[in-house]
C-alpha cells in the first residue's frame, strides 16, 4: 500500500536517522561527484567539496544498490513497462534502495514514484496547510 504524507517528518523517518546513524559504509554518491565535477574550478567547488568531505561524508550514510535492490528494482520496471509506465532507471534505483530499506522516500516529484507498489512517499516541500514553500505571501 502508498502512503504519502505531505505534513513533515514523521516518526519513521527520525528513526530512520537515528538507525544509520551507526552505518559503516559511507560513500560519496556518484551524482555529487558529477556536480561537482561539472563545476569549474572556483572556490565554491572548493568549498562544496570540503563541505561533502569533512561534514556530509562522516555523519550521512549512503546505502547502497544492492542485490535485493536490483531484484526489487527488476520486478518492478518490468511489472511498470508491461503497462506502458516504465520508469525512468536512476528513478527505479532510487525507489528500490528506498524499498529495500524500509525507507520513506521523500521527494519533491511525486508523480515519478507513485506507480511503485509498496513504495512509501512524502513530500516535505509542502507544509501542514499544504502550502508550497515561498507560496505563503500568495
Known sequence: ???????????????????LAGSQRKLRSAWTIFGLRRLPESKRRHTLERYIRDVLEPTVPVLPYDARAAEWHAVERARLGAVGRTPSYVDGSIAAVSHTNQLILVTHNLSNYEDFEGLELEDWSRNSLGIKSGDEGS
Open 1 to 19: 500500500m502508498k502512503a504519502t504524507r505531505a505534513n513533515g517528518c514523521s516518526a519513521k523517518a527520525i528513526s530512520l536517522s537515528t538507525n
